[in-house]
């Protein structure tokens, strides 16, 4: 069985890593836990990895001259980060400072919260609420 505290890391490619750094580290706060760069292997990339001490995810970013894969992200992949209060405009300006741009996310995420988006296009969103997964109830 798996265990609920096993790492989650979730990874996405990026047409700029130095830029993708920027808003993750200078704008939300992340940390660079890992990076890998130059003297690659065909089929390797240049990757950041990035997440807080102590937590049990972090993002890989990968990018590089041997990217073969584009970012294509949608209006659906939303990163959601339940801050269980308001979320701080200070943040938001770092994040804008740092290459995002706010935009409107529609109905439930713009009553609950403020999406910022990256500069490859992916969606953070920022939530007012809390979340559990301890306090949910399964669903068939």
Same mark, same amino acid.
């Given at each position: 069985?798996?265990?609920?505290?096993?790492?989650?890391?979730?990874?996405?490619?990026?047409? *700029?890593?130095?830029? =993708?750094?920027?808003?993750?580290? *200078?704008?939300?706060g992340l940390t660079v836990i890992w990076?890998? $760069?130059?003297?690659?292997?065909?089929?390797?990339?240049?990757?950041?990895?990035?997440?807080?001490?102590?937590?049990?995810?972090?993002?890989?970013? &990968?990018?590089?001259? +041997?990217?073969? &894969?584009?970012?294509?992200? $949608? =209006?659906?992949?939303?990163?959601?980060?339940?801050?269980?209060?308001? &979320?701080?405009?200070a943040l938001i300006a770092r994040l804008?400072?740092?290459?995002?741009?706010? &935009?409107?996310?529609?109905?439930?995420?713009?009553?609950?919260?403020?999406?910022?988006? *990256?500069?490859?296009?992916?969606?953070?969103?920022?939530?007012?609420?809390?979340?559990? +997964?301890? $306090?949910?109830?399964?669903?068939?």
């Amino acid at each position: 069985m798996i265990e609920p505290t096993v790492a989650v890391r979730i990874a996405r490619p990026s047409r *700029d890593l130095a830029a =993708a750094e920027r808003f993750y580290v *200078d704008g939300l706060g992340l940390t660079v836990i890992w990076r890998t $760069t130059g003297d690659l292997q065909p089929g390797e990339h240049d990757l950041i990895m990035l997440g807080w001490p102590g937590a049990t995810w972090h993002l890989e970013l &990968v990018g590089g001259p +041997n990217l073969t &894969v584009e970012p294509s992200p $949608t =209006a659906a992949d939303l990163l959601v980060l339940y801050l269980a209060g308001p &979320v701080d405009e200070a943040l938001i300006a770092r994040l804008e400072r740092a290459g995002g741009r706010r &935009v409107a996310q529609g109905g439930y995420w713009d009553r609950w919260g403020v999406t910022v988006v *990256d500069p490859d296009g992916y969606r953070l969103t920022l939530s007012t609420r809390s979340w559990s +997964n301890g $306090t949910t109830t399964p669903q068939p």
